[in-house]
């Protein structure tokens, strides 16, 4: 008579295994990117230039330009929880002086600076709440998942600025309905 040592225990414990490793790695455990696509909307309507900075706490920011018919396109993200900064300064066509207010967070650089003439600026500037281009202040999250996930950002006029517009005559701040 032949003694075999017995296959079962050890396939058990490489089942038990499988099953354990399986579901963590389907999770996202250990990391994994996503990458994001939509269009950027301000009070319904695509924005036609700026740019969109998603801040990920202790891994470098990804930021990307919005595209002339409100778009947008991102490289890989690391998983989980951003923060989202949009900003338009960029496009203003009376330069640097409300642009300067607006900066890329530490360690970026704006991604896409317009190169177009002034007429192609005034065409795609629109003004925002600033609020949405400070990374403390900004109230856009999302948790990015892995692989390719649409999204679009939808940003809102905020508290006197963008509700009501301001046209300056002579000096004089108008308030317009």
């Given at each position: 008579m032949r003694l075999?040592?017995?296959?079962?225990p050890r396939?058990?414990w490489?089942?038990?295994?499988?099953?354990?490793?399986?579901p963590l790695?389907?999770s996202g455990?250990g990391?994994?990117?996503g990458a994001l696509?939509?269009?950027?909307?301000?009070d319904?309507k695509?924005l036609k230039?700026?740019n969109?900075?998603?801040?990920?706490?202790?891994?470098?920011?990804i930021s990307t330009?919005?595209?002339e018919?409100?778009t947008?396109?991102?490289?890989?993200?690391?998983?989980?929880?951003?923060?989202?900064c949009?900003?338009?300064?960029?496009?203003?066509p009376r330069?640097?002086?409300m642009?300067?207010?607006?900066?890329?967070?530490?360690g970026q650089?704006?991604p896409?600076?317009p190169?177009?003439?002034?007429?192609e600026?005034v065409?795609?500037?629109?003004?925002i709440?600033?609020?949405?281009g400070?990374p403390?202040?900004t109230?856009l999250?999302?948790?990015?998942?892995?692989?390719?996930?649409p999204?679009?950002?939808?940003?809102e006029p905020?508290?006197g600025?963008?509700g009501?517009?301001?046209?300056v005559?002579s000096?004089?701040?108008?308030d317009?309905?």
């Open positions: 075999s040592a017995s296959p079962g396939r058990w490489g089942l038990l295994a499988l099953a354990l490793l399986v790695a389907a455990c990391g994994g990117t696509s939509g269009t950027v909307y301000y319904g695509p230039g700026g969109v900075t998603f801040l990920v706490t202790g891994k470098p920011s330009k919005i595209n018919d409100g947008y396109k991102t490289e890989p993200i690391a998983v989980g929880p951003v923060k989202i949009v900003e338009t300064e960029s496009w203003n330069g640097k002086t642009g300067s207010l607006v900066k890329p967070p530490p650089k704006s896409a600076a190169s177009g003439s002034g007429a600026m065409k795609r500037y629109v003004p709440p600033l609020i949405y400070d403390e202040k109230p999250t999302y948790t990015v998942t892995s692989g390719r996930q999204y679009d950002i939808k940003l905020v508290g600025q963008g009501k517009k301001t046209v005559l000096r004089r701040p108008v317009e309905a």
